[in-house]
Nanobody, 124 residues
């Protein structure tokens, strides 16, 4: 199983980035998928999760209205559109495949596979 996250970079505050997470080696459409992030010196935190079909999502309050998660099961790829970025969004962003199909898990222990992370840096 491999999850390949990409799309990170350096952006000014107020800018946008789109992250992608390409999956291989698993039945992508049978998993809820999530994004987590880890800022320097901080613990990994939940950002957003999407269920297997894309019909249900859950966002952490700090990104609601700015971030949008989506998935394309045919392409086995998940996306995170990040708009109105803030310096506090600076972190390594990780995609992960959950152990469940239709739930919306929000803790790392409920995820089975992880990508390598992609760095997002937002300058003020």
């Amino acid at each position: 199983v491999q999850l390949q996250a990409s799309g990170g970079g350096l952006v000014q505050a107020g800018g946008s980035l789109r992250l992608s997470c390409a999956a291989s080696g698993l039945i992508f459409s049978s998993r809820a998928m999530g994004w987590f992030r880890q800022a320097p010196g901080k613990e990994r935190e939940f950002v957003v999760v999407i269920n297997w079909s894309g019909s249900n999502r859950y966002y952490v309050d700090s990104v609601k209205g700015r971030f949008t998660i989506s998935r394309d099961n045919a392409k086995k790829t998940m996306y995170l559109q990040m708009n109105s970025l803030k310096p506090e969004d600076t972190a390594v962003y990780y995609c992960a495949a959950a152990r469940v199909v239709d739930g919306l898990p929000r803790v790392p222990q409920e995820y089975e596979y992880w990508g390598q992370g992609t760095l997002v840096t937002v300058s003020s």
